[in-house]
């Protein structure tokens, strides 16, 4: 019996590595069509009875504004150039703040928020950490950063029922993503902490406060995929 269930955990382990791999060679290629995230947020609305919007085009990298690009490393992601898909001084900060009952934005680098996003299911757990570190580690091999970039602008939530950066440019902004403005794009960075409670544009004066800081920032940031 011990040697029956030992078996099958063997077999059930091999074969999630080889579908977890295929999966990430496979999204090195092609276009992720849909997300966890977007099945969840289907669902909590229907159950909720509320109306039930959803709008998300994949565009290629070269279609989305290098200022979007540059605003979401500036406020999310300092280190995303040259790190391996961790920033461990940032995990260790928010670590100490969490302990002592205070909230720091930051723990989670664009290449672990890619990996959640596209392969995992939301919520916090040490099994879900777990994989999404798994995930982060094989896309950070498999990706380049150009393509983890291309990824993540075209899978995160950018307002409620709003996914990728085209859909988000055509809902705040009217316009398509390769003609975001710098301000346009610090302004859907800006909201990226709480998509679904903040607005990219008419925005609250937090929330052009934030704009004004990643566009500082942006100044330092260089593409250098």
């Known amino acids: ?3 029956k269930i030992f078996g099958f955990v063997k077999k ?3 074969w999630f590595f080889a579908i977890s791999i295929f999966f990430v060679i496979l999204f090195r290629f092609v276009p992720v069509p849909f997300t966890p995230l977007m099945a969840f947020r289907f669902f ?5 009875k509320k109306e039930v919007y959803f709008s998300h085009d994949w565009e ?3 279609n989305i504004s290098p200022h979007l690009q540059k605003a ?3 406020s999310e992601d300092a280190t995303f150039l040259t790190h391996h898909g961790f920033d461990f001084d940032a995990m260790g900060k928010a670590f100490k703040n969490n302990e002592k009952g205070k909230k720091l934005r930051g723990g989670s680098t664009i290449s672990q928020q890619t990996a959640k996003n596209v392969f995992l299911w939301q919520g916090r757990s040490y099994i879900r950490k777990g994989l999404e570190a798994y995930f982060t ?3 950070e091999v ?3 950063k150009e393509r983890i970039m291309e990824v993540y602008l075209n899978s995160i939530e950018m307002g409620n029922g709003v996914y990728g ?3 988000a440019s055509r809902f705040w902004y009217s316009k398509d993503a390769d003609k975001l403005t710098q301000r346009e794009a610090a302004g859907i960075a800006a909201i990226l902490p709480n998509p679904r409670k903040f607005a990219a544009s008419n925005s609250t004066s937090y929330i052009n406060r934030r704009k004004n800081r990643i566009m500082n920032h942006m100044r330092y940031v260089k593409l250098d995929y």
């Open 1 to 3: 019996m011990i040697q």
């Open 12 to 14: 059930a382990t091999l």
């Open 44 to 48: 909590e609305n229907t159950s909720d």
């Open 60 to 62: 290629s990298i070269n």
């Open 72 to 74: 979401v490393i500036a």
């Open 137 to 139: 580690v094989l896309i």
């Open 142 to 144: 498999f990706w380049s």
């Open 165 to 167: 950066a085209q859909a």
